[in-house]
Nanobody
Framework: QVLLVESGGGLVHAGGSLRLSCAAS??????????MGWFRQAGGKDREFVAA????????YYADSVKGRFTISRDIAKTTLYLQMNSLKPEDTAVYYC??????????????????WGQGTQVTVSS
């Protein structure tokens, strides 16, 4: 079964906002401490790190490209991860993925540091 499901993507004009959600099955969190992150992948580009959050403590870490515009958060009771995206730019256009990182630290931002991925949700920002 799918354990991480992203939603909330869509088409928005530059300067607009979107809120992405990632619903996680309880089975996703086998360990007591975990880190969840958002990545994105534009057409023809590598998948790149966007933001991460410590599930239990709430500490956050952002890529420089989104710092000050995006906010990562989570609802522990709902086992749901969020990404609030404001002041969107055309270069933010990508498929956005949520993922789990249990074996590395908050600032370990490579794709191989994450081992469980959702299917992704498309975000398109028009100019």
């Amino acid at each position: 079964q799918v354990l991480l499901v992203e939603s909330g993507g869509g088409l928005v004009h530059a300067g607009g906002s979107l809120r992405l959600s990632c619903a996680a099955s309880e089975r996703t969190f086998r360990t007591s401490i975990s880190i969840m992150g958002w990545f994105r992948q534009a057409g023809g580009k590598d998948r790149e790190f966007v933001a991460a959050i410590s599930w239990s403590g709430g500490a956050t870490y952002y890529a420089d490209s989104v710092k000050g515009r995006f906010t990562i958060s989570r609802d522990i009771a709902k086992t749901t991860l969020y990404l609030q995206m404001n002041s969107l730019k055309p270069e933010d256009t990508a498929v956005y993925y949520c993922a789990q990182n249990t074996g590395y630290g908050l600032r370990s931002s490579q794709t191989y540091n994450y081992d469980l991925w959702g299917q992704g949700t498309q975000v398109t920002v028009s100019s």
